[in-house]
């Protein structure tokens, strides 16, 4: 038994309860403590997923402890490849978010503008830097233990805790708007916040009763109710488990309910561009590329492999609801005004991309949503990281306060421009290679819906040229005179994202070898196998050195180009005929 | 020999990489190194070409598998190259063009002080389009296809500070994706049909699908080469695509990036053979096009417009020939080729004229020029009558066995198909007289003070002295000249060299596996109107422009005129059709969003459990009794799991 997947969530926890105790004084003493405690938990992860075996058993690193015997919950955690994966990304990308966010939370140093902040009383008895850094090492170890664990309990608790420090991410932290209404700005902080808690409250508790429900089922076909997903899946293996069908649609809407929630999936998205819009560019990125991450890889693990009928049940309607979030959120990202409200939409649609992936049920649609997983975690920190940069010089979110960016700060919209390309799937960068792979996966079962969303890349496209071209091209605007390039500091956190995107898009095979396996485990957990070609290429080639034996291929070229080229139209009027 | 493809790409990739991530510290050699890498992949593609040609024919082709890219369950896309005769004409083409442009680029950009990036993007360009030539499936095809327009994109925007630059860009890039949703369309039939995308499985046994399912792929196919080759009904972005630096015109938006719809059909030579709905689309949109670039061209008094329109007419020859099959595929590539020495040579000779004319692009600004620009002069001039299809120059060679190939279809489709490549012929020599005559003939209509009312449409382009002094017209540096000199060497040899013999011919048919259609007319007759057609352009034009003085300010013209003008009023269409539409959309939808979807999950909420009033009360900062009513929730789990226990 091995404790490395403890050790991975306890890391960051651990480094969150001393973060918070570093003395009020020595903020850059917190901030290098949080980094530090990041970089071990990246080494950590690193190391599992070093440790993993693409080609082993399917859970591995398990560790397995009995917590609360009489409710049957364990202590059990467990990770395949798609778990080992988001681990990874998740500790990846939280030293990037410190460091992004290294003077977010700051006090002011001056009041600027003569006016007390009105949040500045609240700041100085929360030790805000030490509390912003605290905050997010506590998301990290909840997300880590949220993909770890193989109890339905012990995730739904850290599915649910996460939420705490997440609200006051959200509720606590701002953009300094420079100039702009603060009182007003931490009235909508405070809503987005509440919003952020209610939706995702109301997800978790209609997932409590069906929490419940499942111990109820397993209480009374097994005798002993157990949240164990090994012992569900084993049960149900040899038989002694068989819900029934409404029973089993029932508690299947419960969990897919939270997690649509959390994706965000269309119509529940409209929490995620308030939250998003409101709290720093370093919290967004927390919230889409690795909080709601969670929410489509628990659709992976515990819709498909607990209620794999039901998952097949709901597929219809799912794909519909994906499908309208990829073109949703791509149209309503072109009409935003504000350009991390343009990011969260944009983000939905990928996210509809992920569930239409996932849904498709076939291992390239199923691989694809995995690594679109990892790779929107990437390029979205790219984007919306640039965009913080360039909103924290201008004090402003506002699309239309920009112009001509490009002309004074050509390395901030060179990465910029990058972070937007990988966005709207660029061969080339990670992304196209995960949105390629979704859209082929879903082609290959529902030819429709795999135009429908392809026509998406056209909206991805527009919305990120024009935010490009409304920001950075064009006449430099009075106000952006003068800003300053990236720093050094600020190039420290793009360029190792933008190496990776580039890296990931061109040699992806080391992500898809560890996610692979995985998605051939759920896959037939669902019972689902990938539609075959409309040709068997083989069967052909098998027939064709058949035919040119019996010929005597001794003729000259042009002759063969003939013949073959006659085989070819007698061949396809027979199919012709067939149809 | 396999390895050096991996060089081919690999060097001005490279060079992109330096020129783009190096920064400032490179701006003086920046252009120089461009240089470097642009030459070293062209000398490597001549090393390998002179070891293929060394080859039997039928053993010529390499292949280079480098890595395996996308390896998921049944799914499987590779990055390696393959190099046979087709894509060795593409190398020559990218490489040695895109060196020469590399060259002109340095004099033409001297005042720029983003040269060297200007030098990175155009070494992006030369390595994504020999990736997309050198693709040994459609999905590392895919990649090179959208790394060019990613390069495209870069460079018609180059001179990002104009609006109307930043504008076209965009347009550009949206209209081709547009072309490459029906490119990944395509790629996806190709899998479903036959479980994989590599040229190698697909192409050979492309006959044992069925014809609907041929048909489905070469129409997507079809889409994506519109967008790229600017062909009806996605051309609008072409015209303003001349936003950028003319260089720039030269490379990709007339020698090779637009022609890549050509090679794109024409690698799917098979995939179309067993497709005849999916061809007659094709010769459709050839013809379409090829009449319509040039009503266009002919109406433009922009000399890059104009020149940007016989673009699009030209590669409707190519989209037409290819469409035909086996009897076109080959007079295809060979009018790609030739069109890629005449026009690239064009484009710059009007570079050379705008360097000199103070980046004035009117053409009734110019007249005269032909004495103070002698090499601009005589290049442009052997260019333009390769361009008509003078008797003996390249042009002549191609456009002609198009013209036969298209008679050659055969029944009412040939008639229609080769009057109208006759038509188009009878235009191009009309329209690109008519640029002949406004540019290098007639009056001085630029001496003294040029017309202030023109400036906004004028490039302030590369530093030159303030638009609106009174310009000098001079000849070009050597840097510029000696490329345009080599350019018109190919306008006026490459096609009796391609003719003689059927070396072109035989050089492809490996790939393309040509027929010889029945014509039912003779070659000599084909010939004959070939030349007529191409005399009476020519008189036509010398009627209206060259016999009577040019007034500086273009007339009002008839409707046609005034609609070719409009680009026969795309623009207004898409505009209606695409632009207003979709503000509408997204407009109401992010009121929708707000009002219905938002509101709705508001009220809800509101109504479930008064929340709006609990919403108050955290918003004044109560929201820690939250935290406690979810711990609330987990117990009561516990309390509820407690209970079932105890029923049970």
């Known amino acids: 038994m091995s404790f490395l997947l403890t050790a991975t969530a306890a890391t960051p926890a651990v480094g969150a309860v001393v973060t918070a105790a570093v003395p009020a004084g020595r903020r850059t003493a917190a901030k290098w403590t949080a980094l530090v405690f990041s970089l071990a938990t990246l080494v950590l992860a690193g190391t599992a997923l070093g440790r993993f075996d693409p080609d082993g058993d399917r859970y591995q690193l398990t560790e397995s402890h009995t917590w609360i015997k009489e409710f049957g919950v364990r202590y059990e955690l467990g990770v395949d490849g798609i778990a080992v994966a988001l681990i990874s990304l998740t500790a990846l990308l939280i030293p990037f978010v410190i460091a992004a966010g290294w003077n977010d939370a700051d006090p002011p140093s001056s009041p600027a503008g003569g006016k007390t902040p009105a949040g500045a009383e609240t700041t100085s008895r929360w030790r805000p830097t030490q509390g912003f850094f605290a905050l997010i090492l506590m998301v990290e170890a909840m997300v880590v233990m949220s993909f770890a664990a193989t109890d339905v309990f012990l995730f739904y608790i850290f599915f649910e805790a996460m939420l705490i420090p997440m609200y006051f991410l959200i509720g606590g932290f701002g953009d300094r708007a420079g100039g702009h209404d603060e009182a007003e700005a931490a009235k909508q902080r405070s809503y987005a916040a509440v919003k952020f808690l209610l939706y995702n409250l109301l997800g978790g508790l209609v997932m409590l009763a069906a929490v419940v429900g499942l111990y109820a089922v397993t209480a009374d076909q097994l005798g002993t109710g157990t949240f164990s997903l090994q012992e569900i899946l084993a049960a149900r293996e040899a038989g002694r488990l068989d819900i029934s069908d409404n029973g089993e649609k029932a508690l299947f809407l419960g969990f897919f309910f939270a997690f649509a929630i959390k994706a965000p999936l269309w119509p529940l998205h409209t929490w995620l561009p308030n939250a998003m819009g409101e709290s720093t560019a370093p919290v967004a990125v927390l919230i889409t590329a690795v909080v709601d991450k969670v929410g489509t890889f628990a659709m992976l693990r515990w819709c498909l492999q607990l209620f794999p009928e039901a998952s097949d049940w709901a597929t219809p309607v799912i794909l519909v609801l994906a499908a309208i979030s990829i073109l949703y959120g791509a149209l309503l990202a072109v009409g935003q005004r504000d350009i991390k409200r343009l990011i969260a939409y944009a983000s939905i649609s990928h996210f509809g991309f992920i569930i239409l992936g996932i849904f498709a049920m076939t291992s390239q649609g199923q691989n694809g949503a995995t690594l679109y997983m990892v790779n929107h975690g990437i390029s979205t920190a790219a984007l919306m990281l640039v965009a913080g940069f360039l909103i924290s010089r201008r004090g402003s979110r506002l699309i239309a306060d920009f112009g001509g960016v490009q002309k004074v700060a050509p390395v901030l919209a060179g990465t910029f421009l990058v972070g937007g390309l990988a966005t709207l799937s660029l061969p080339g960068l990670a992304p196209f290679v995960s949105e390629f792979l979704v859209l082929v996966g879903t082609f290959s079962r529902y030819k429709a819906l795999g135009v429908v969303a392809t026509v998406g890349i056209v909206f991805g496209a527009l919305y990120v040229l024009l935010l490009y071209q409304r920001t950075m091209t064009g006449p430099v605007k009075a106000e952006v005179e003068g800003m300053p390039d990236l720093k050094a500091r600020e190039i420290a956190v793009v360029a190792p994202l933008i190496a990776l995107l580039l890296f990931l898009g061109v040699y992806p095979k080391p992500v898809l070898n560890v996610i692979d396996p995985a998605v051939g485990h759920t896959l037939s957990d669902v019972n689902k196998t990938d539609p075959k070609p409309d040709i068997d290429l083989d069967a052909v080639h098998k027939q064709r050195k058949a035919d040119h034996g019996a010929e005597g291929a001794e003729g000259g070229h042009a002759e063969a180009a003939g013949t073959e080229a006659a085989g070819t139209e007698s061949g396809a009027e027979t199919h012709g005929g067939d149809k | ?648």
């Open chain 2, 1 to 648: 020999m396999e390895n050096l493809i991996g060089v081919l790409v690999g060097a001005p990739l490279l060079g992109a990489l330096i020129l783009l991530v190096g920064g400032r510290a490179l701006d003086r050699l920046g252009h120089w190194l461009g240089i470097v890498f642009a030459t070293t992949s062209f000398a490597v593609g001549c090393v390998l070409f002179a070891d293929m040609v060394g080859k039997d024919a039928e053993e010529r082709a390499l292949h280079d598998h480098l890595f395996s890219w996308v390896p998921v369950e049944g799914f499987q896309a590779d990055v390696a190259f393959q190099l046979d005769q087709l894509s060795m004409t593409f190398v020559l083409l990218i490489t040695g063009v895109g060196t020469l442009i590399h060259f002109y680029s340095v004099g033409y950009m001297e005042h720029d002080e983003r040269r060297r990036r200007f030098f990175g993007y155009l070494n992006l360009f030369l390595a994504a389009m020999l990736v997309l030539v050198l693709a040994d499936n459609y999905l590392l095809l895919y990649v090179g296809w959208e790394g060019v327009g990613l390069a495209s994109y870069l460079l018609i925007g180059f001179w990002q500070h104009k609006p109307s630059a930043a504008t076209a860009a965009k347009k550009a890039f949206l209209v081709n994706r547009v072309g490459d949703v029906g490119l990944s369309i395509a790629i996806m039939l190709m899998f479903t049909t036959f479980g994989t995308f590599a040229f190698s499985e697909v192409l050979p046994d492309a006959g044992s699908a069925s014809e609907g399912q041929l048909t489905a792929i070469g129409l997507m196919l079809l889409l994506a080469a519109c967008g790229k080759s600017a062909q009806v009904p996605l051309q609008s972005w072409l015209g303003d695509a001349m936003e950028g630096p003319t260089p720039v015109s030269a490379l990709i938006h007339a020698a090779t990036m637009v022609t890549a719809g050509v090679y794109l059909i024409t690698r799917s030579g098979e995939i179309f053979n067993g497709a005849p709905a999916a061809q007659t689309a094709v010769v459709t949109v050839g013809a379409v096009t090829l009449v319509f670039g040039a009503i266009v061209g002919c109406a433009k008094d922009d000399i890059k417009k104009a020149l940007a329109g016989s673009t699009m007419s030209q590669i409707g020859y190519m989209i037409m020939a290819a469409g035909l099959g086996p009897i076109g595929y080959v007079f295809a590539i060979m009018h790609l080729v030739t069109h890629g020495f005449f026009k690239a040579g064009l484009f710059l000779g009007a570079g050379s004229v705008m360097h000199g004319m103070n980046d004035e692009v009117d053409m009734r600004k110019y007249g005269g020029l032909r004495k103070y620009m002698p090499i601009t002069f005589v290049t442009f001039g052997l260019g333009y009558l390769a361009i008509i299809g003078f008797p003996g120059l390249s042009g002549f060679f191609s456009k002609d066995k198009i013209i036969e190939a298209a008679f050659a279809k055969g029944g009412t489709e040939g008639w229609i198909l080769g009057s109208v490549a006759l038509l188009g012929a009878a235009i191009t020599a009309f329209y690109m007289t008519r640029v002949m005559l406004l540019t290098f003939f007639g009056e001085k209509r630029w001496a003294g003070a040029p017309d202030p009312q023109t400036t906004p449409d004028v490039e302030p382009a590369d530093g030159h002295p303030a638009v609106g002094a009174a310009p000098h017209p001079h000849e070009s540096p050597l840097s510029m000249t000696v490329p345009m000199i080599l350019l018109a060497f190919g306008s006026v040899f490459a096609g009796l060299l391609f003719t003689v013999n059927d070396t072109f011919l035989n050089w492809l048919e490996p790939v393309t596996h040509h027929e010889h259609g029945d014509s039912p007319i003779s070659a000599g007759v084909v010939t004959g109107c070939t030349v007529t057609a191409m005399v009476v352009g020519v008189t036509i034009a010398w009627l209206m422009y060259g016999r009577s003085p040019v007034p500086a300010v273009a007339p009002r013209g008839s409707l046609l005129t005034r609609a070719a003008r409009r680009d026969l009023l795309q623009d207004d269409f898409n505009h209606v059709a695409f632009v207003q539409t979709g503000s509408y959309l997204t407009r109401g939808l992010v009121y929708l969003d707000h009002k219905v979807v938002d509101g709705m999950a508001n009220g809800t909420a509101a109504f479930i459990g008064g929340v709006s009033s609990r919403m108050r009360r955290l918003q004044n900062g109560y929201a820690r009794s939250y935290a406690v009513s979810m711990f609330g929730g987990t117990a009561v789990l516990v309390a509820a799991t407690l209970l079932m226990r105890a029923v049970a």
